[in-house]
């Protein structure tokens, strides 16, 4: 059984730039959150996502956003891209809400 | 507001010698608290789920216990392949839908 997959792995872009980054759930897990992990930190909350309906957001600015789709994919979007925006973005899968979390592998982006 | 800190920041063990990792919280109601392994430029491993004060769970050299305040990774005997930074989290009852992680605590096994 395939894991949390996300995409792209790496990603370079420059300030003010918008992004997109998307995250295919393991099978039968409806819970979909975002994470922000700046270098030598921890993963920081941003969204949760369950049954395409978002049930918590963390203290991040409207500039970023995400949906999920009917087959419980997601998509992380970013606007008006900053430097401190750089950091690996995870996605995580949970069966229930109150379950662990599966991470996936991450996006590395990096803005110039 | 929910807080995790792990100590130590950093450890280097001699491949053989046992230790143990320190996660203090605070949350008003634990739901969960979570022990993940993160590899380098990875996404975080999955270890571990405590519950309740009194709780032990084992996988292979790893042992995480819980109490009212803190929890504790013991690595018994560790190998090299242990190496990676240790990340504790924890889940409230109220607000559930968010888990706050600590900064880790990144172990280094010398042959």
């Known amino acids: 059984d395939a894991g949390v997959t996300q995409s792209p792995t790496h990603l370079i872009k420059t300030r003010g730039q918008h992004v997109t980054l998307r995250c295919s759930p393991i099978?039968?897990?409806?819970?979909v959150s975002w994470y922000q992990q700046v270098l030598g930190q921890g993963p920081q909350f941003i969204f949760q996502?369950?049954?395409?309906?978002?049930?918590g957001r963390g203290n991040f600015p409207d500039r970023f956003s995400a949906r999920q789709f009917p087959n419980y994919s997601s998509e992380l979007n970013v606007n008006a891209l900053l430097l401190g925006d750089s950091a690996l973005y995870l996605c995580?899968?949970?069966?229930?809400?109150?379950?662990?979390?599966?991470f996936g592998q991450g996006t590395r982006l990096t803005v110039v | 507001e929910d807080q995790v800190t792990q100590s130590p920041e950093a450890l280097r063990l001699q491949e053989g010698e046992s230790s143990s990792l320190n996660c203090s919280y605070t949350?008003?109601?634990?739901?969960?608290l979570f022990w993940y392994r993160q590899d380098p430029g990875k996404g975080p491993e999955f270890l571990f789920t405590?519950?309740?004060a009194g709780e032990e769970k084992e996988k292979e050299r790893l042992k995480a216990t819980l109490t009212k305040k803190e929890s504790f990774l013991h690595i018994t005997a560790p190998k090299p392949e242990d190496s990676a930074t240790y990340l504790c989290?924890?889940?409230?009852?109220?607000?559930?839908?968010?888990?706050?992680f600590g900064t880790g605590t990144k172990l280094q096994v010398i042959p």
């Open positions: 949350v008003s109601g634990l739901r969960g």
């Open positions: 996502y369950y049954e395409k309906e978002e049930r």
């Open positions: 405590l519950y309740s």
């Open positions: 989290a924890v889940q409230a009852r109220e607000g559930y839908q968010k888990v706050t």
């Open positions: 995580a899968n949970r069966v229930a809400l109150n379950t662990e979390a599966f």
């Open positions: 099978s039968g897990h409806k819970s």
